[in-house]
């Protein structure tokens, strides 16, 4: 019977069911899950792209084509000096390393295209609505609020692994969603923590976490 001993495994799966009846289903998505970009607005409906073209620069794909432009005085696009007049991504090219949204928080959730000519995203087709919501276009396929966490990724409150800046928040409100909530949960239940009103972060025993979290904290209070 040794030789059969392998089929213990698949045998088991007999009658189990374990796949997905996408595209009628799909898989709940992280938060975080690297998708479909947008661009954020503020608030007040102005737009967060400043054309600065940092997110091409650091595109290790070269997929992202940004030009910016001033802004008209008299209706400005955004609150800097420039916004982004040109926004295009290749997404043929794009490897969803999410450099991009490291270098300028802007960001969502899994699509695919039947036309090539689809692939290729402009501004038109990245910028929010009025609501806030990502523009769905129609080869596209959403199931439900698959944008309600656009840049989730942006808000991770210990990205660099400084649980010290948990529950900080260090981010502009969004159009429709007003000043999202950071991320909780990183920090050990049976951790010591203080407030230290010099700096307005919350610091933790340095017992249970090492000197770096403390040291972090320590810096960001000295800039």
């Known amino acids: 019977m040794g030789r059969f001993s392998g089929f213990r495994v698949?045998?088991?799966?007999?009658?189990k069911v374990v796949t997905t009846n996408y595209p009628e289903e799909k898989r709940p998505k992280p938060e975080r899950f690297h998708g479909r970009h947008?661009?954020?607005r503020y608030?007040?409906?102005?737009?967060k792209?400043?054309?600065?073209?940092?997110c091409a620069g650091v595109c290790p794909a070269r997929c992202i084509y940004v030009r910016g432009a001033?802004?008209?005085?008299?209706?400005p696009v955004s609150p800097g000096e420039r916004y982004g007049f040109v926004y295009e991504i290749n997404y043929l090219r794009c490897i969803h390393c999410d450099l991009c949204v490291e270098a300028c928080p802007t960001k969502l959730f899994e699509f695919s295209f039947t036309n090539r000519d689809d692939a290729i995203y402009t501004k038109d087709e990245l910028l929010v609505d009025d609501h806030g919501r990502a523009r769905r276009q129609p080869w596209e396929?959403?199931?439900?609020g698959e944008d309600d966490d656009t840049s989730a990724w942006m808000r991770a409150t210990a990205s660099s692994g400084q649980a010290a800046f948990e529950g900080r928040v260090a981010w502009s409100g969004?159009?429709?969603f007003g000043v999202r909530a950071p991320e909780a949960g990183q920090t050990a239940e049976d951790e010591t923590d203080t407030v230290d009103p010099a700096i307005g972060v919350i610091e933790h025993d340095?017992?249970?976490?090492?000197?770096?979290?403390?040291h972090g904290a320590e810096d960001a209070g000295a800039h």
């Open 38 to 40: 947008v661009l954020n």
């Open 43 to 47: 608030e007040d409906g102005m737009e």
């Open 70 to 75: 001033d802004n008209p005085p008299d209706a």
């Open 49 to 54: 792209c400043i054309g600065c073209e940092l």
């Open 206 to 214: 340095a017992e249970v976490l090492g000197h770096g979290a403390r």
């Open 141 to 144: 396929l959403w199931l439900g």
């Open 10 to 15: 698949t045998i088991g799966q007999v009658g």
């Open 174 to 176: 969004e159009l429709g």
